[in-house]
Nanobody, 123 residues
Framework: QVQLVESGGGLVQAGGSLRLSCAAS????????MGWFRQAPGKEREFVAF????????YYADSVKGRFTISRDNAKNTVYLQMNSLKPDDAAVYYC????????????????WGQGTQVTVSS
């Protein structure tokens, strides 16, 4: 099993920044891709970004490209999502997730999920 715990969410003004963290434990060697997703009330779950285990491959949704950065520190078993220039449309519950597959953007490909952390962006 893999356990994921997100942190770092909160309330921020539009244009501000937050850094989300996802701490992983358990059988983390069974995972090859870590992703971030978000879901706003009444909306579908949306892919945000992923990074592969080695950190050699990253990918971003068009809506966040240039503003968000995903990274990982394998020594700390932690994945980060640096969010800059936040917009009200970025407000959502953000989830980190782990997949045994490589470079996947579909949420159903991720078997392990954190509990989510709330990001609120005020205008």
């Amino acid at each position: 099993q893999v356990q994921l715990v997100e942190s770092g969410g909160g309330l921020v003004q539009a244009g501000g920044s937050l850094r989300l963290s996802c701490a992983a434990s358990g059988r983390i060697l069974s995972t090859n891709t870590m992703g971030w997703f978000r879901q706003a009330p009444g909306k579908e779950r949306e892919f945000v970004a992923f990074v592969t285990r080695s950190g050699s491959s990253t990918y971003y949704a068009d809506s966040v490209k240039g503003r968000f950065t995903i990274s990982r520190d394998n020594a700390k078993n932690t994945v980060y999502l640096q969010m800059n220039s936040l917009k009200p449309d970025d407000a959502a519950v953000y989830y980190c997730a782990a997949s045994a597959a490589f470079r996947v953007i579909e949420w159903r490909s991720y078997a392990y999920w954190g509990q989510g952390t709330q990001v609120t962006v005020s205008s």
